[in-house]
């Protein structure tokens, strides 16, 4: 499978948007709440199961937080991990750094080309959500085209089974879009979230042998170089 991940590795993280390492390749930015499944995906989309640090307390994320995932076709994309937010046991005064460090990135950073905004299926899209689906939507930088944005319902495992088509169909006509579910559980959902980033980026998957010493790094290669 060309999408299939090859490799992933931390690069580095920062608690404000000026520490981050450069932007040098298209990178995938994963937002949502505290405790929404941010970590557990991350890890499933890599196939790996501790690159992104998980935790059962909410909020454990306070950094941005950068990784580079290489694709079996040579395609070379960053994963941003965004803090959680609506966690209310965490001060003010952090929570209130917390929205400019989120706002700041997806407002300014010149090679963001996706948003993946998780929420809970049994919740499903609630004012925040709303609210930062529109900053994205509205905020523009003069070096990169608008943010394209993939919703995935996460935590689908906790709604019964028989119900869980109906409810990503009600989802889906609440947000207006398309919502790919998503459990632990079950990964099935992870190439059809793969095939949706790379729509959304513009990106189709390049037919490479196993054999292939040296395969094509594709567009987002060809991007890349040009925001060096």
Sequence with gaps: MPSEIVSARFLGGAPVATG?????????????????????LLNALVRQHRLARTSSTPGCTRQISLFEARARDGLV????????????DRSK?????????????????????????????????????RELLDFVRRA??????????????????????????SRLGALKREAGQSVI?????DRTAVPELWRAIRR?????????SESSPDPPRGRAR??????D
């Design 20 to 40: 981050l390492p450069p932007p040098v390749a298209i990178e995938v930015a994963f937002a949502g709440r505290s405790n929404v499944g941010k970590s557990s």
């Design 77 to 88: 994309l960053h994963l941003v991990d965004l803090p959680g937010y609506g966690y209310a």
């Design 93 to 129: 005064a952090e929570r209130a750094r917390w929205g400019p460090l989120v706002e700041n990135y997806l407002a300014l950073r010149p090679t963001l080309g996706c948003l993946v905004l998780l929420f809970d299926a049994r919740r499903g899209l609630e004012a925040e959500e």
């Design 140 to 165: 523009s930088h003069p070096s990169r085209p608008l943010v394209a944005t993939i919703l995935v319902a996460t935590k689908l495992d906790k709604v019964p089974a028989s119900r869980q088509t």
């Design 181 to 185: 579910g998503f459990s632990v559980q």
């Design 200 to 208: 959304a980026l513009g990106l189709a998957p390049t037919a490479v």
């Design 222 to 227: 060809e991007r890349s170089r040009r925001t």
